[in-house]
T-cell receptor
Framework: DTEVTQTPKHLVMGMTNKKSLKCEQH?????MYWYKQKAKKPPELMFV???????INESVPSRFSPECPNSSLLNLHLHALQPEDSALYLC????????????FGSGTRLTVV | AQKVTQAQTEISVVEKEDVTLDCVYE???????LFWYKQPPSGELVFLIR??????QNEISGRYSWNFQKSTSSFNFTITASQVVDSAVYFC?????????????FGKGTKLTVNP
């Protein structure tokens, strides 16, 4: 299995809702990442998990809460989002933190109404 | 600070033409990694190539080739005999091997449209 699987593929949520994005990989990778991509922009790093511990938070607002329950799973909990948070959320993994090459999922396209 | 510049915002070619996508990078690291990713309209980022800073050999994979020149801090990507399926946004990216190695810094992307 050489994939990173993200669910759901599309999500529409209201500003008062609580929802979660899920990311799963079974490649034995020990680093997992969340990226946010606005339309016509490059992906921007949000969070990095290394060996299930949060190693980088790129000053992301607290309405985004990441969680790594085990080495294969990465969640992003969403609460009280704003319309400007609408974007494509991409999960990625790599064998270890850094430069070994990243495998990206197909993303969750989030719309906040 | 690390930076990747893709000066071409959009390129449009006719099928079977060759096309080169430019990438210029800045880093203070002596060891670093460069990547190219393809993002079709469906959204996923497809890995194309990774090249480390010590390996300046050009690489060819089918219709794709990459020209890494450390002297000009460039890592250009050429598609030979382009096809409609090559239409996508292409990102060049950089990762440091020391501090900041967790972070993949992307250029702004080049949107390639291949017309039949």
């Amino acid at each position: 299995d050489t994939e990173v699987t993200q669910t759901p593929k599309h999500l529409v949520m209201g500003m008062t809702n609580k929802k979660s994005l899920k990311c799963e990989q079974h490649m034995g990778h020990r680093a997992m990442y969340w990226y946010k991509q606005k339309a016509k922009k490059p992906p921007e790093l949000m969070f990095v998990y290394s060996y299930e511990k949060l190693s980088i938070n790129e000053s992301v607002p607290s309405r985004f809460s990441p969680e790594c329950p085990n080495s294969s799973l990465l969640n992003l909990h969403l609460h009280a989002l704003q319309p400007e948070d609408s974007a494509l959320y991409l999960c990625a993994s790599s064998p270890n933190v850094g430069y070994y090459g990243y495998t990206f999922g197909s993303g969750t396209r989030l719309t906040v109404v | 600070a690390q930076k990747v510049t893709q000066a071409q915002t959009e390129i449009s070619v006719v099928e079977k033409e060759d096309v080169t996508l430019d990438c210029v990078y800045e880093t203070r690291d002596t060891t670093y990694y460069l990547f190219w990713y393809k993002q079709p309209p469906s959204g996923e980022l497809v890995f194309l190539i990774r090249r480390n800073s010590f390996d300046e050999q050009n690489e060819i994979s089918g219709r794709y080739s990459w020209n890494f020149q450390k002297s000009t801090s460039s890592f250009n990507f050429t598609i030979t005999a382009s096809q409609v399926v090559d239409s996508a946004v292409y990102f060049c990216a950089l990762s440091g091997a020391q501090g900041g190695s967790e972070k993949l810094v992307f250029g702004k992307g080049t949107k390639l449209t291949v017309n039949p």
